[in-house]
């Protein structure tokens, strides 16, 4: 019995010395404990302590950099829910000890992965996202200036063959007087032309009648005039 008593004292020795630490002590402690820990995945702290209320706007800004686990696209700043609240506490202790904001989002992306933070690095396939943009823009441009050149092209040769067209027309206005034969122009105004006879009916009577009014008429049984005035 004497010997059970006395390995169970022997076993409560650990918990009754962290009991007999100061509240003040045993923070310190476990800070330090955080502080080698945290050091041995991103070094020793790079920048200077802070405090106050520069420590409280480097929080908010820093938790603005990582994002909540459990909310749907907030930062750690903005979503109230208890895993934020406790980031944002852990990146307020990290600045207090000096750590750069580099190697606090370092510290956070090797516990929960680069998904925590809320800006991707630009490596890998995550390029896309930072050159993205730029290329469909680029690319935006390009066929803008195709498409304005394309035009461009469309216009101005169709305004080179409108004035070909033009050309061509009045060449030909201007050649169309001297092509003209002498056959082909009107005649003078001097000069009357010669109508033809009509041919005479086929009834011998109404012929006979139609001859003899041509006779009194023109002279001549044919309806031509014997008078050299009239046939001019």
């Known amino acids: 019995m004497s010997r059970f008593l006395l390995a169970a004292f022997l076993l409560a020795l650990p918990a009754l010395a962290i009991a007999d630490v100061p509240a003040g002590e045993s923070g310190e402690l476990q800070r330090q404990i955080d502080r080698e820990f945290v050091s041995r995945v991103v070094g020793e702290p790079e920048g200077a302590p802070l405090s106050g209320q520069e420590l409280e706007s480097r929080t908010h800004d820093v938790g603005l950099l990582l994002r909540c686990p459990v909310c749907q696209g907030s930062s750690v700043a903005d979503s109230p829910s208890a895993t934020a609240i406790n980031m944002k506490n852990e990146v307020r202790d990290l ?17 929960y992965g680069q998904f925590v933070l809320m800006q991707p690095k630009a490596e890998g396939l995550n390029l896309l996202v930072w050159v993205g943009p730029g290329i469909l823009l680029l690319a935006g441009l390009g066929l803008v200036l195709h498409q304005v050149r394309k ?27 001297s092509s003209t034969s002498g056959a082909d122009a009107p005649p003078s105004s001097g000069t009357k032309p010669h109508a033809a006879t009509p041919p005479l009916p086929d009834d011998p009577e109404l012929a006979s009648w139609v001859k003899s009014v041509r006779e ?14 009239g046939k001019s």
């Open 95 to 111: 600045l207090s000890k000096g750590y750069a904001q580099e190697q606090i989002l370092s510290w956070f992306e090797a516990s």
């Open 216 to 229: 009194l008429v023109y002279g001549s049984p044919d309806g031509e005039s014997t008078d050299p005035k």
């Open 151 to 177: 035009l461009s092209s469309t216009a101005s040769s169709g305004g080179t063959r409108k004035v070909s067209d033009a050309s061509s027309r009045s060449e030909n206005d201007a050649s169309a007087p």
